[in-house]
T-cell receptor
């Protein structure tokens, strides 16, 4: 069965530190990969998505992700985090446009001053 | 343009009670989904509807039923609520081409 793994459960960083959150997906065919963010008490919002093309994807709020097919990975990065980036981050995969998204368990990011 | 609207936002039920969570979208999307979110578990798919008139089970369907009333509305019913169904429920929609899913604001359900 299709699965998504996020290896970091809780990450604590100081402001201005660099961020990298890991995501691995299991399905080896067509990929539709997503990173969502959930701020405390809110719903999920899309950060970025990858379907094909340039494997380095830029999203909102300065986030980017790199698709590495050989590693089945889609890691999220940000060069310098801010306190406002404190949130939970979810990686998701969907092998085709009509297949429900499968989510990882999420990574909670805490940014401290 | 409301997007995806869920009602209610909060609900407390007693064990054994029933209720229906409502989801409506004005995005003209074909596919609709119900997920539950629990701490440390991420989002797990309960049921989905790829198009009007069809529904399918997801990862955790037990204890739930769904109705795709029309293209806009997709409801989730708990016939006999159990404490294990305490969770935050999210409705989401998506077109059938390769795009992201759009989420509602969620319903926080507590079963006591």
């Amino acid at each position: 069965a299709q699965s998504v793994s996020q290896h970091n459960h809780h990450v604590i960083l100081s402001e201005a530190a660099s961020l990298e959150l890991g995501c691995n997906y299991s399905y080896g065919g067509t990929v539709n990969l997503f990173w969502y963010v959930q701020y405390p008490g809110q719903h999920l919002q899309l950060l970025l998505k990858y379907f094909s093309g340039d494997p380095l994807v830029k999203g909102i709020k300065g986030f980017e992700a790199e698709f590495i097919k050989s590693k089945f990975s889609f890691n999220l990065r940000k060069p310098s985090v801010q306190w406002s980036d404190t949130a939970e981050y979810f990686c998701a995969d969907s092998p085709s446009g009509n297949t429900p998204l499968v989510f990882g368990k999420g990574t909670r990011l805490s940014v401290i001053a | 343009n409301a997007g995806v609207t869920q009602t209610p936002k909060f609900q407390v039920l007693k064990t054994g009670q029933s209720m229906t969570l409502q989801c409506a979208q004005d995005m003209n999307h074909n596919s609709m989904y119900w997920y539950r979110q629990d701490p440390g578990m991420g989002l797990r798919l309960i049921y989905y509807s790829a198009s009007e008139g069809t529904t399918d089970k997801g990862e955790v369907p037990n204890g739930y039923n769904v109705s795709r009333l029309n293209k806009r509305e997709f409801s989730l019913r708990l016939e006999s609520a159990a404490p294990s169904q305490t969770s935050v429920y999210f409705c989401a929609t998506r077109t059938t081409v390769n795009t992201e899913a759009f989420f509602g604001q969620g319903t926080r359900l507590t079963v006591v």
